[in-house]
């Protein structure tokens, strides 16, 4: 005898009545607005994802105990694009369409941004990157751009740190050793910019990989060919290597660097001599009574002291980004994509925890955060800390 | 003058490195005409327990890189239980893609259980370098090509002269003959796996110093290695050594040169002008087709 299923009418009826109900809630004043988030939260950069999560998840905290959104509180739905262009793109593509997510935030990853941007432009829903510093992701020429940031952005990095290594060190032909791939490129046109700029000469552009163990041929050639100084560009573990190079060749030079160092335990694999080199932040701890960090303590217990949390700058920029998000909604009055941008225009007075936000974005400049936002700094014992002049 | 040094220094330290990588393709090549693509891996396999030994169990370094060379060898007897063996008795080349995908699962399950942080292994002989000649050496830099070159010497007195070498040697020269002698093949050949993996290991456990620790330091070397490995002619371990001492210095030497970008154009054009003309390699003896 064939085994009937246990079905019942009157379960078969409930089930019904429940899914009816389910479809025919409203949209209700009280559903959430979604805020979409695209990064690395799997592979070798997902401290970084997890930095954005912990920065976003604080902000959201703050934005719904105080009450929410016109009327409605903020949630986060993530995805990871585990730091592939082409997965960031389905993801972006996904949280827009069906989970309607009134804004995407954006990841560590330049590749990946520059895939997500012409689609956000197209959709016409606010892209905001706290991480990615590539030029053109923000000044991606679209008529109608959507895509805003709060982070270093590499042209106006590689300004900051000529003008650091000229002032401070009287630097007359620095050398570049470059990562090899977008990252390193993007920096290598804002370099060569802001070298031209001043009528100055490079002593050579060097690129490296990001599992080069011995950087030395490179390296020796710009001494060779008279570099006073150098431009670092990497991420933490190739930088370390371009330390441990320069270690064993003897050559003690002035570097200063993109924020690459500070994504890891820069240090510990680079040595004593890591802490030499000179780089870029937009927020540092200094001191763990900061009522972010106390903040961060209480909702991640795990985090114990201030070198828990290189780099504070990706929480620090994703807090800041989606209070501004949240100003830009409640001034919109609607969480339509184009109102919103609108809005991005006229926000002000929007206390973050980098500084007070008065109108950061404009058409022509849709970055919250210029050279004078940066901070020089340095790795000692092992925590960074802002340079003292 | 010094960037002519430095350059040499550089490739004779790496070129060795790439030299015992590719031994280990050499010796099972020899013994079942079969790889483990996840050799780079097993060199990630080596620093990693490396590390874990001496940095978080705080073993010493005596004790430490033994177990990790032992767990390196067992990964290499289970690469071939898993990866290799249920497709070459079917004579089925599922292998190839196989060891592919067993390294990439290694790297992920270190990725997952070491983490993403790439950490540091301290070595004494990385803290102060040599200066000559306007640039500088580690000594742990002089130690690699020292190792490399006693173990291609140790690995031809064991074909030559130890009655399990030459036990190996008699499987690759006739695997149904040796097994009829009473030769154990299928332990030879697992044998062969296992010190395949620890010359991997051993490398991994050379390099970490001058390096980092992470899921996926290996990647590059495995694929470098392959290439040295072939360039030697997968035949003799002092052709495979050679061949990763020139793979090195010519690496070293365009960069130098020519400049970083011209590195891997000018390095693996040589090297498939060099397969051209001599298809079985620099050392390989040319296979003698039986008609």
């Not at chain 1, 409930?14 to 109900?21: P, Q, R, T, Y």
């Not at chain 2, 013994?31 to 073993?59: D, E, H, I």
């Amino acid at each position: 005898m064939p085994i009937q299923p246990t079905f019942t009418r009157r379960a078969l009826m409930a089930g019904a009545a429940a899914l009816s109900l389910l479809a025919a809630a409203p949209a209700s004043a009280e559903e959430p607005i979604k805020l979409g988030l695209v990064a690395a939260l799997s592979g070798q950069s997902a401290k970084s994802g997890e930095a954005i999560t912990r920065g976003i998840e604080l902000a959201l905290d703050k934005i719904n105990g105080a009450g929410g959104v016109l009327g409605r509180s903020l949630e986060l739905v993530s995805r990871d694009d585990e730091s592939n262009p082409g997965k960031g793109l389905v993801a972006a593509r996904e949280l827009v369409q069906r989970e309607e997510v009134a804004a995407l935030i954006g990841g560590l990853d330049t590749p990946v941004s520059m895939a997500i941007v012409p689609y956000m432009n197209d959709a016409k829903v606010p892209f905001v990157g706290p991480w990615a510093a590539g030029t053109p992701i923000t000044m991606n020429g679209a008529e109608e751009n959507y895509v805003f940031r709060v982070s270093a952005v590499d042209e106006y990095v590689d300004e900051a740190i000529t003008e650091y290594l000229v002032t401070k060190y009287g630097a007359e032909r620095p050398g570049m050793i470059l990562i090899n791939n977008p990252w390193g490129e993007s920096n290598e046109a804002g370099l060569t910019k802001a070298l031209a700029k001043r009528g100055m000469e490079h002593a050579g552009i060097e690129k490296f990989e990001n599992n080069d163990v011995d950087v030395v041929p490179q390296l020796t050639r710009l001494k060779e060919n008279g570099a006073d100084s150098l431009f670092l560009v990497a991420n933490v573990a190739p930088s370390a290597q371009v330390v441990k190079s320069l270690d064993r060749m003897g050559w003690d030079v002035p570097i200063a660097s993109h924020w690459g160092p500070a994504g890891g335990r820069f240090t510990e694999l680079a040595g004593a001599s890591g802490e030499k080199v000179h780089f870029i932040q937009t927020f540092l701890f200094t001191d763990a009574a900061h009522p972010l960090f106390a903040a961060l303590q209480e909702k991640y217990p795990e985090i114990e002291t201030l070198a828990d949390v290189t780099p504070a700058t990706g929480i620090a920029n994703a807090y800041d980004a989606t209070l501004l998000l949240a100003a830009a909604i409640e001034k919109a009055g609607s969480t339509e994509g184009p109102a919103i941008r609108e809005a991005m225009y006229q926000i002000s007075g929007v206390e973050g925890v980098i500084k007070t936000y008065d109108m950061p974005f404009t058409p022509e400049d849709q970055d919250a955060l210029g050279p004078e936002d940066y901070v020089f700094s340095q790795f000692v014992e092992g925590e960074i800390v802002p340079l003292m002049d | 003058m010094t960037l002519l040094f430095a350059a040499l220094l550089t490739g004779l330290g790496l070129g060795a490195m790439y030299g015992l990588i590719a031994l280990g393709f050499q010796i099972t090549h020899s013994v079942c005409s079969r790889v483990n693509f996840a050799q780079g891996s097993m060199v990630m396999l080596g620093s990693v327990l490396g590390y874990v030994l001496t940095q978080r169990a705080g073993l010493p370094v005596i004790l430490a890189y033994p177990l990790a060379l032992l767990g390196c060898a067992a990964m290499g007897v289970i690469v071939e239980f898993c990866l290799i063996r249920p497709f070459a008795i079917r004579g089925n080349d599922g292998w190839l893609m196989a060891t592919v995908a067993g390294g990439i699962l290694l790297d992920n399950a270190v990725l997952f259980t070491f983490g993403n942080e790439p950490r540091s292994l301290p070595s004494p002989l990385v803290e102060t370098s040599w200066q000559i000649l306007g640039t500088g050496v580690y000594p742990q830099q002089v130690l690699i090509p020292l190792v490399a070159i006693a173990v291609a010497f140790a690995l031809q007195m064991l074909f030559r002269r130890t009655r399990q070498g030459r036990a190996l040697l008699a499987v690759v020269q006739n695997p149904e003959a040796a097994r009829l002698m009473g030769i154990n093949t299928t332990v030879m050949i697992s044998g062969s796996f296992a010190l395949s993996s620890m010359l991997a290991g051993a490398a991994g456990l050379l390099i970490a110093p001058l390096f980092s620790v992470h899921s996926d330091m290996g990647t590059l070397f495995g694929i470098k290695a392959f290439a040295v490995a072939i360039l030697g002619g997968m035949t003799s371990a002092w052709g495979v050594m050679i061949a990763g001492f020139l793979y090195g210095l010519v690496e070293a030497l365009v960069t130098t040169f020519l400049g970083s970008s011209y590195t891997y154009i000018v390095v693996f054009a040589l090297l498939i002008a060099v397969l051209a003309i001599k298809p079985s390699g620099l050392f390989g003896a040319a296979k003698l087709r039986k008609v």
